[in-house]
Nanobody, 120 residues
Framework: QVYLEESGGGLVQPGGSLRLSCAPS????????AEWHRQAPGKESELVAG???????NYADSVKGRFMISRDSAENTVYLQMNSLKPDDTAVYSC??????????????WGEGTQVTVSS
């Protein structure tokens, strides 16, 4: 079973930046698509950004122009660069990946989440 390991969360002041990373716990063949979701206390989970196999991206209106999702195909790692962070961005961020194992089985995996806190 494929697990995802996220890193890069933390405490940052408003206007600051963070880069989140999401990588599989084992060697895989490929990532087909990936998404970052977030959930703030008392709120529903929100899709923040997504990237497809051809590199197409989509973003929630609330983060357009500030966040950028990307992928490193060689390392099979997905990133979320977050700039101009606001207190409203405070949430637990989780990645979701669809891909193929080295035995060419399809998999769907979620990370456990990493806390991002934007506060002065």
């Amino acid at each position: 079973q494929v697990y995802l390991e996220e890193s890069g969360g933390g405490l940052v002041q408003p206007g600051g930046s963070l880069r989140l990373s999401c990588a599989p716990s084992m060697i895989i063949a490929s990532i087909d698509s990936a998404e970052w979701h977030r959930q703030a206390p008392g709120k529903e989970s929100e899709l923040v950004a997504g990237i497809t196999s051809d590199g197409s991206t989509n973003y929630a209106d609330s983060v357009k122009g500030r966040f950028m999702i990307s992928r490193d195909s060689a390392e099979n790692t997905v990133y979320l660069q977050m700039n101009s962070l606001k207190p409203d961005d405070t949430a637990v961020y989780s990645c979701h990946v669809l891909g193929k194992t080295t035995r060419h089985y399809d998999f769907s995996a979620w990370g456990e989440g990493t806390q991002v806190t934007v506060s002065s």
